[in-house]
C-alpha cells in the first residue's frame, strides 16, 4: 500500500509542478505537502516523507529519485 501511495504522490506531484511551471505559480512542493498533512482530508503519514524530499531539493524532477523514498520504495516492492 506504501509504494502504491508513494507511486500516486509522485505523479501528482510531477503534475501540479508541470502546471506551476507553465503557468508561473512558483510553488513549492514541499509547503504544498506540509499544507496538505496539516488541513486536509488526506492527512497520511506519508506526506511527512513527500515533504522531506523536497525539502533536501526543492527542484526534484520526481519525488521516487529521492534516495530516501527510493529506499522505502525498494523495501516495499517484494510484497507489491
Not at 2 to 24: D, N, P, T, V
Request: glycine content about 6%; hydrophobic content about 50%.
Amino acid at each position: 500500500l506504501l509504494a502504491s501511495k508513494l507511486c500516486s504522490y509522485a505523479q501528482g506531484m510531477a503534475l501540479i509542478l508541470a502546471a506551476s511551471e507553465e503557468y508561473g505559480w512558483e510553488l513549492n512542493p514541499a509547503d504544498l505537502a506540509r499544507i496538505w498533512r496539516g488541513g486536509c482530508i488526506i492527512r497520511a503519514r506519508v506526506l511527512s516523507l513527500v515533504a522531506a524530499a523536497f525539502e533536501r531539493d526543492a527542484s526534484l524532477p520526481n519525488l521516487l529519485l529521492d534516495p530516501h523514498v527510493a529506499a522505502v520504495l525498494d523495501k516495499c516492492t517484494a510484497g507489491w
